[in-house]
């Protein structure tokens, strides 16, 4: 199949990234510096033998692998290295606005405070401006955790409301349910927290979890969410109140044969403000310009549709209009120059 769009069109053209899981871009160089920093005996002691652990099939077996890597996250130095290491990164695909999301109950679970979490994050974001990156933190509850345990850290977090935008809900989708986190996303809204959810691919009731993120909590962004497609008047809705869809089609490969391309191009076919990110970049074999390039090969996109997906990035992010609207030009300007 002919390529119409190059790896380096891709990579150039400005972009928002709305859908990295810091944790998830912990790549093994940093995981074994950090074990070593910190004598953590992760079982591993080679990038090769780090890889080899890198075996699943679905989300559940990936969640098996990825939370016991965090134990090598220990200080403020160490979540702002994590951070530096993948903006240094972001800044190579051209990403000039980033949300990036983190788990403090990974941490706090593991008897690493909040502040330590939120303070190391939080600095790499101020230092992302040197690199030409507006970076922002989104909060996730992880969704196996209890509602209780949700509700002590919205309310610790609320400290430090000044260092991130949003909430999200990621983790074990299973039995899990959006509604479960009700309360927390109404809290979450009366303290002008934008919020955001997982709608992990082909969960079991993938559907009846995006209607309530939809129709119920009203989530502004959903994060994966192709499953939508089996609706045709949800997807109505949701081209209509112009809902953000993050998808990552490198994630979505493990889990499914065809990284959800045809279900990604019909949300744009029909208006929907579907756009590419990464995930957890460390695991799923690539950054963002991967996936939208994975994306573009395999289902062998045009310039505009890839356009199309980098403008919605900017338009589903939560920046301020004039924001918008300076990125938006920025990207017209680069098609120009790359005709
Ligand atoms: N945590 C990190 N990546 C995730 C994903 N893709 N789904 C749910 N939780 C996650
Ligand atoms: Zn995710």
Redesign the pocket.
């Known amino acids: 199949m002919s390529v119409k769009v190059s790896k380096e069109f891709v990579q150039g053209l400005p972009k928002a990234e709305l859908?990295?899981?810091i944790e998830?871009t912990l790549e093994p160089e940093l995981k074994l510096k950090l074990a070593q920093r910190n004598h953590v005996d992760i079982g591993q002691s080679t990038i090769q033998e780090v890889k080899n652990s890198y075996k699943f099939t679905d989300l559940t077996s990936f969640l098996a692998v990825y939370y016991p890597a965090m134990n090598v996250l220990e200080t403020e130095q160490d979540f702002y290295d994590l951070a530096m290491d993948y903006l240094h990164r972001a800044a190579k695909n051209n990403v000039r606005h980033v949300e990036i999301?983190f788990d403090p109950q990974a941490h706090t679970s593991r008897n690493i405070p909040f502040e330590t979490v939120i303070n190391g994050l939080y600095k790499a974001t101020v230092d992302a401006r040197a690199l030409n990156i507006d970076a922002r933190l989104i909060m996730c509850f992880l969704r196996d955790y209890s509602r209780e345990s949700a509700r002590k850290t919205l309310e610790e977090s609320l400290k430090y409301q000044d260092k991130f935008i949003g909430i999200g809900l990621?983790s074990d989708e299973h039995n899990n349910p959006p509604m479960k986190f009700f309360n927390q996303f109404t809290d979450a809204t009366t303290h002008n927290l934008h919020i955001t959810a997982?709608a992990?691919i082909d969960q079991k009731n993938s559907i009846e979890h995006i209607r309530e993120l939809l129709e119920v909590i009203g989530t502004e962004r959903i994060?994966?969410g192709t499953n939508i497609v089996e609706d045709p008047d949800l997807v109505e809705y949701a081209a209509k109140n112009e809902i953000g869809f993050?998808a990552?089609p490198l994630?979505n490969s493990f889990v499914s044969p065809e990284m959800k391309g045809k279900e990604i191009l019909e949300l744009l076919n029909k208006g929907v403000k579907v756009s590419i990110h990464s995930?957890?970049p460390a695991y799923f074999g690539g950054y963002i310009s991967d996936n939208y390039y994975a994306l573009a090969k395999n289902f062998d996109l045009n310039k505009d549709q890839i356009v199309q997906l980098a403008k919605n990035s900017f338009e589903t992010s939560w920046i301020s209009n004039e924001q918008k609207a300076l990125y938006l030009k920025q990207i017209d300007d680069y098609v120009r120059v790359n005709e």
């Open positions: 859908h990295v899981h998830g999301f990621d997982h992990d994060d994966h993050t990552c994630s995930d957890d």
